[in-house]
């Protein structure tokens, strides 16, 4: 029997970070950006041990990338499109979900690595990349937000986080807090052969059909360039001046276009998955 102190600890627990009101991220997404930055991120986010072995050595087969990447595709951008434009019935649903999954995914004796995929301090690498990943393609893609829209979408993204098992205090106060954090982060940086193999698999689509595996090239290319120089270096992947400036082009390009969309083409295809996961929600269905 749950006590009345109970339900007032619960009633006044704060899961998220608090967002000024007015503010609109859907604004913000990017169904192109995301998709460009996508490998990137991933391959920042792997870059912990504890996350690139929990990853890499997951028992949970139905959500493996290599094994179904389909379907491991459809998860993730069901995740980042709840955590961004869910509300809070769809982020308690899904962190439930999600959390029947993590619960597997832990070090055995024996392995070189030790992780678990509930770890919230994992947990909050994971949204850090995320968060910065998000900025970084704003940012080449439309240029820098002015300082209190910038502040209200860090203030948001912290639902990276909040929407898994990370609690809220854990994400850093302000974006000066986070900064010093990225820093103080990036000394963990340490992708070791197996994990950086595993990470050029997936950059060149070889868990995908073999027609996808022509956009290789230029999948490596785009994620090259997103990638800050600590993890390129961490991956042996090489970067030149005149690579950059052709990178540059091309990410005012694609901000330039999707600058003529109707929102509802910007923000596709999270708009598609959030649809698809409260319908599944109604009828019961998998949510992962």
């Not at 979900?97 to 832990?106: D, I, S, T």
């Not at 439309?142 to 203030?155: N, V």
Request: positive net charge.
């Amino acid at each position: 029997m749950t006590t009345r102190a109970e339900t007032t600890a619960r009633a006044t627990r704060v899961r998220d970070v608090p967002v000024p009101a007015g503010f609109v991220m859907r604004d913000h997404v990017s169904g192109i950006g995301a998709h460009l930055a996508g490998p990137a991120n991933v391959i920042m986010q792997l870059s912990w041990p504890g996350v690139g072995h929990g990853v890499m050595n997951s028992r949970v087969e139905s959500g493996s990338a290599m094994k179904r990447p389909f379907k491991r595709g459809r998860t993730t951008f069901t995740y980042l499109a709840v955590a961004l434009l869910g509300g809070d019935d769809d982020r308690t649903a899904f962190r439930k979900e999600v959390n029947r999954q993590h619960a597997q995914v832990y070090s055995r004796p024996g392995e070189k690595v030790a992780y678990k995929a509930m770890d919230p301090r994992l947990q909050t690498w994971v949204a850090a990349c995320l968060y910065y990943g998000t900025v970084d393609m704003i940012e080449k893609m439309h240029g820098p937000l002015p300082d209190a829209e910038a502040d209200a979408l860090y203030a948001h993204c912290a639902r990276f986080g909040t929407t898994l098992q990370m609690p809220a205090d854990a994400w850093p106060a302000d974006r000066a807090a986070f900064a010093a954090y990225w820093e103080e982060s990036l000394a963990e940086v340490d992708i070791d052969p197996d994990v950086a193999e595993y990470l050029m698999q997936l950059t060149t689509l070889q868990n995908f059909p073999r027609p996808f595996r022509l956009l290789a090239p230029f999948l490596v290319f785009v994620t090259t360039g997103f990638l800050p120089p600590v993890f390129r270096e961490a991956m042996g992947l090489s970067w030149s001046k005149r690579q950059q400036r052709r990178f540059d082009r091309m990410m005012r390009a694609f901000g330039a276009l999707e600058r003529r969309l109707p929102a509802v083409l910007r923000v596709f295809p999270f708009n598609l998955w959030l649809a698809d996961m409260r319908v599944r929600r109604r009828f019961h269905r998998p949510l992962v």
